[in-house]
């Protein structure tokens, strides 16, 4: 049926105010700002711990509805606030892995306009069922009434380390040696540098001062030496872990969200592990644990926009669903139901960090 010149330009005008309704309507959403051209080009460092997030190529897609690009370059926390050489090379936002860092950063003169956090993962020790169920026997874990989870006496067992005592003293009969458990370099990197503070803070009995530091510092740096060689990012020691087997990295500290990573990573490796007839791996909250919050700081004003798309529910589920990161208050959104039972909804007992004074005081006595 031939159309009529009239209602061909009906058509037209139709075509073009829907046109220009549609464009109205989606340039004030700020999540399809990037289908309409404007592309911003970021660059700064993060922590390795979220490597895997922002290179998911559904974060991606997401970033990208928001018209961004990140150039985001893997560093230690404490490096990425402290080292000349990485702040020299003029980034427009850090994403370390402590709140901590924000006050370090502004000693280091950096220029916040502003700061947020966007994710938090708890401090939690990685180690293998043997381990698990020896602890058990001797009194150190104990089931949470809330939330059926894994939870370890730390204080106990740093205690059990600074006496000497080996694994079979614990109830651990497959391992050989004396107990240790082993985290990053707290110089270097941020689950090495919260489980100090956490150490700390137990052996001085309540949240750690300058005083307390003065009064427990020497075993905070016993603990620490009796690790040995320390890994520089949370990233190498878990995949050590991994790798290595209950023999040779039998208890280590790591984020609460890296196992869930793995796991969500490759669901039927996941299966497989939980099938065999080898150690599993297995997850202890230390209680009272510490809080590793992933502050955004923001230096460009074009980092806003960052902010505002990490914050959003969509990059906020696809954190907790694919890559295990609480939201800002350690909230969960969203469901993962490949992992059901690995992670408890809700972490019954966290310690406030100490002070930043207190931290860099700590940092130089375990230096020397």
Not at 192 to 221: I, P, R, W
């Amino acid at each position: 049926m031939a159309i009529s010149r009239r209602a061909f330009g009906l058509g037209l005008l139709g075509a073009a105010a829907a046109g220009t309704g549609g464009y109205l309507t989606l340039k004030d959403r700020p999540e399809f700002r990037g289908y309409l051209g404007n592309r911003a080009h970021l660059f700064g460092f993060i922590g390795g711990e979220k490597q895997a997030f922002l290179a998911d190529p559904d974060v991606v897609r997401a970033l990208g509805g928001y018209g961004l690009e990140l150039d985001a370059r893997v560093a230690g926390s404490v490096e990425m606030v402290r080292e000349t050489a990485l702040l020299s090379q003029k980034p427009q936002f850090l994403w370390p892995s402590s709140s901590i860092m924000v006050d370090l950063a502004r000693k280091s003169g950096v220029a916040i306009r502003n700061d947020q956090v966007v994710l938090n993962s708890p401090i939690v020790i990685y180690t293998w069922g043997p381990v698990v169920e020896g602890l058990k026997k001797s009194g150190l874990v104990s089931v949470a009434a809330k939330g059926g989870y894994n939870q370890l006496d730390l204080k106990a067992l740093l205690d059990a380390i600074l006496a000497g005592k080996t694994w079979s003293d614990l109830g651990i009969n497959e391992l050989y040696g004396r107990a240790r458990i082993v985290s990053t370099d707290p110089n270097r990197s941020n689950s090495g540098f919260m489980f100090a503070g956490l150490v700390l803070s137990l052996m001085s009995g309540d949240v750690a001062t300058q005083e307390l530091l003065a009064e427990h510092g020497e075993q905070a740096k016993a603990i620490f030496r009796s690790m040995g060689l320390k890994s520089s990012s949370s990233g190498k020691l878990f995949d050590q872990y991994i790798a290595g087997g209950l023999g040779a990295e039998p208890m280590v500290v790591g984020y609460e969200n890296q196992l869930v990573e793995w796991a969500l990573a490759d669901p039927a490796r996941w299966q497989r592990v939980q099938a065999g007839t080898g150690a599993k791996p297995e997850i202890l909250y230390p209680r009272p644990t510490v809080y590793s919050a992933h502050p955004l700081i923001v230096i460009d004003p074009a980092v806003d926009a960052l902010l505002d798309a990490l914050s959003s529910p969509k990059l906020q589920e696809l954190a907790w669903s694919k890559h295990g990161f609480r939201g800002p208050l350690g909230t969960v959104a969203g469901d993962a139901d490949a992992i059901a039972g690995v992670r408890p909804a809700e972490i019954e007992a966290v310690l406030p960090m100490p002070s930043a004074d207190v931290m860099l005081s700590l940092l130089a006595q375990l230096e020397g």
